[in-house]
């Protein structure tokens, strides 16, 4: 993994402590992207990491009624 994608991790912290939802949203996609590039290389304690992070960033991640899209149900 490129030392500057570490950097993401650096900032993780914080983000989960003070961020936005839109910062939440932002290291989400971050961390997600640098999981996916790296993934088939990491060991089953890396992945574990990625997967706690991912966890608490989609934990922390704020939701409204108005942001979820509703299916309509369909009545045969």
Same mark, same amino acid.
């Given at each position: 993994? %490129?030392?500057? $994608?570490?950097?993401?991790?650096? $900032?993780?912290?914080a983000v989960l402590r003070n961020g936005s939802p839109d910062k939440?949203v932002d290291m989400l996609r971050g961390v997600t992207d640098l ?29 409204? %009624?108005? $942001?979820?899209?509703?299916? %309509?149900?369909?009545?045969?």
């Amino acid at each position: 993994m %490129p030392q500057a $994608d570490w950097f993401l991790f650096d $900032d993780l912290d914080a983000v989960l402590r003070n961020g936005s939802p839109d910062k939440r949203v932002d290291m989400l996609r971050g961390v997600t992207d640098l999981f996916l590039s790296d993934g088939d290389r990491l060991n089953d304690a890396q992945i574990g990491v990625f997967d706690r992070a991912i966890a608490q960033l989609i934990n922390q991640i704020e939701t409204t %009624p108005a $942001d979820i899209r509703v299916r %309509p149900l369909h009545r045969r």
